[in-house]
């Protein structure tokens, strides 16, 4: 009785966000108190964040700048912000790449835990669902998983004459063509 009474009180309150509440619902496993609790922590005016990546620097998803000397960067680890946001980002990573109903994202967690790992995938997967909520509260459009396929799909290989190909070699320094007799 008490979590009925605590999850109607939790949606009377979020009643006036109801637009964005539906349409980040179309973001890959984010239920409904999800989307609640993260609208609650972001809000959903994304001017407070110029791009993406400061909205995931603030939840903690980028990695960790202060251990860098000589422009060689000593590790890779998240950075500690965050604390409430980024393990239910997480957990919904979790959720999505176990899913079958979004290809997108399971191909490329698993493509990335081929060479990261396991965590390095999820976390990177968690900043993908918080980079397509920052978009789709940004231009107030739904999500829309054409825009992940199409970054999936590899670059048309670049077909280049073998007159071209020689002489950006030569520029390069990688070929050295001999000098012509007389």
């Given at each position: 009785?008490?979590?009925?009474?605590?999850?109607?009180?939790?949606?009377?309150v979020?009643?006036?966000?109801?637009?964005q509440?539906?349409?980040?619902?179309?973001?890959?496993?984010?239920?409904?108190?999800?989307v609640?609790a993260?609208?609650?922590?972001?809000?959903?005016?994304?001017?407070?964040?110029?791009?993406?990546k400061?909205?995931?620097?603030?939840?903690?998803?980028?990695?960790?700048?202060n251990?860098?000397?000589?422009?060689?960067k000593?590790t890779?680890?998240?950075?500690?912000?965050?604390?409430?946001?980024?393990?239910?980002?997480?957990?919904?990573?979790?959720?999505?790449?176990?899913?079958n109903?979004?290809?997108?994202?399971?191909?490329?967690?698993?493509?990335?835990?081929?060479?990261?790992?396991?965590?390095k995938?999820?976390?990177?997967?968690?900043?993908?669902?918080?980079?397509?909520?920052?978009?789709?509260?940004?231009?107030?459009e739904p999500y829309?998983?054409?825009?992940?396929?199409q970054?999936?799909?590899?670059?048309?290989?670049?077909?280049?004459?073998?007159?071209?190909?020689v002489?950006?070699?030569?520029r390069?320094?990688?070929?050295?063509?001999?000098?012509?007799s007389?």
């Amino acid at each position: 009785m008490c979590k009925l009474n605590l999850e109607s009180l939790i949606l009377s309150v979020a009643q006036k966000y109801l637009p964005q509440i539906d349409l980040v619902s179309t973001v890959p496993s984010v239920q409904a108190f999800s989307v609640i609790a993260i609208i609650g922590e972001i809000s959903v005016d994304m001017s407070v964040f110029p791009t993406s990546k400061h909205l995931c620097s603030w939840a903690g998803l980028t990695p960790q700048n202060n251990n860098e000397s000589a422009g060689k960067k000593k590790t890779t680890r998240i950075g500690r912000a965050g604390a409430y946001i980024k393990p239910l980002l997480v957990q919904c990573a979790n959720a999505a790449v176990k899913s079958n109903e979004h290809p997108e994202v399971k191909a490329r967690y698993q493509r990335l835990k081929k060479r990261r790992g396991h965590k390095k995938a999820i976390i990177a997967i968690a900043r993908m669902l918080l980079t397509a909520i920052y978009n789709i509260l940004n231009k107030n459009e739904p999500y829309n998983p054409e825009l992940y396929r199409q970054a999936d799909k590899p670059p048309k290989h670049r077909e280049v004459p073998v007159d071209q190909a020689v002489f950006i070699l030569q520029r390069q320094g990688y070929l050295i063509t001999p000098p012509a007799s007389s």
